[in-house]
């Protein structure tokens, strides 16, 4: 059974840092390109970030210069280290394969507030 546990969201202020990881389970980790998918409140959930098996990295243009996606095969798990935090990116984050399997996590929280 394909899983993903997301971990590492919290309140942070405006122009602050947080990371989050996502564990995976049940697929060939290193088989797949994954990504950083997020949902904000009464919107759509959107692919922020992606990271093919080779290392090819690519952002929506909104996250570009502050957010960094990387990958541990070894440990079947996927980061996103984001920085300059804004009120904007106030979402719930999901890691997924890219394009998604059905399966999806719970995804974590990340609340950018003063």
């Known amino acids: 059974q394909v899983q993903f546990v997301e971990s590492g969201g919290g309140l942070v202020q405006p122009g602050g840092s947080l990371i989050v990881s996502c564990a995976a389970s049940?697929?060939?980790?290193?088989?797949?390109?994954m990504g950083w998918y997020r949902q904000a409140p009464g919107k759509q959930r959107e692919l922020v970030a992606a990271?093919?098996?080779?290392?090819?990295?690519s952002y929506i243009d909104r996250v570009k210069g502050r957010f960094t996606i990387s990958r541990d095969n070894a440990k079947n798990t996927v980061y996103l280290q984001m920085n300059s935090l804004k009120a904007e990116d106030t979402a719930v984050y999901y890691c997924?394969?890219?394009?998604?399997?059905?399966?999806w996590g719970q995804g974590t929280q990340v609340t950018v507030s003063s």
């Open positions: 997924n394969a890219s394009p998604p399997n059905r399966n």
């Open positions: 049940g697929i060939i980790f290193s088989s797949y390109a």
């Open positions: 990271i093919t098996r080779g290392g090819i990295i």
